[in-house]
């Protein structure tokens, strides 16, 4: 299907800005649910080590009821317990899971708004929408935005990283037509594939 851009100015300065917000939508929620699987391995990690550690450390002190004259038993079972104190204090305070809940739940706000996006660079194609409808649908997206961003946990440059590569794309949000032409279906792109 043949690409429409469209030409008249204030149309295609509109459509050039609303790419640019799509394609910062693609990162953002790319980049929150690399933080969201992170952030779930890294509590699968925990547990595992506490539930480990506490299989040997009652292994020891089994060892130590039925094997009173070993003198493995109560030294390793006194390190795996001060190993097992030490994850435990570790993982206190922290919750991965929590943590990956509240990443799934940013990336899953802001696809929808991804989405509106779309929506909204299919109708700046269509002549019949004014741009004064047009720019309030835009003004309305950025304001909800603004918002989930607020209210969002923060992202770290790894998982940014991994999003780039989930994209195929290794610039630092800024956009080629090709690069957000990779995210948009047939009729939205500004280059056809033979160009």
């Not at 925990?46 to 004259?69: E, H, N, P, Y």
């Not at 030490?86 to 802001?110: C, F, M, T, W």
């Amino acid at each position: 299907m043949e690409p429409s851009i469209p030409t008249e100015g204030e149309r295609h300065a509109l459509d050039s800005q609303v790419r640019e917000c799509f394609g910062r939508c693609a990162y953002t929620h790319k980049t929150h649910e690399k933080m969201a699987d992170r952030g779930s391995r890294r509590q699968r990690i925990m547990k595992w080590c506490q539930i480990v550690l506490s299989a040997l450390t009652a292994g020891g002190a089994t060892g130590v009821v039925f094997d009173r004259s070993s003198l493995i038993f109560p030294y390793a079972t006194a390190l795996l317990s001060i190993s097992l104190l030490i994850v435990n204090s570790y993982v206190k305070d922290l919750d991965p899971g929590k943590d990956a809940q509240l990443h799934r739940e940013a990336a899953s706000d802001i696809w929808n708004i991804r989405e509106a996006y779309l929506s909204l660079l299919t109708d700046i194609r269509d002549p019949t929408c004014s741009m004064t409808q047009l720019r309030q649908r835009r003004d309305d997206l950025q304001e909800a935005l603004h918002k989930i961003y607020r209210s969002a946990p923060h992202t770290d440059g790894k998982a940014y990283g991994q999003a780039q590569d989930a994209l195929k794309n290794k610039e630092d949000l800024t956009f080629s037509d090709d690069e957000i032409d990779a995210f948009l279906p047939g009729p939205l792109k500004r280059k056809t594939s033979a160009s």
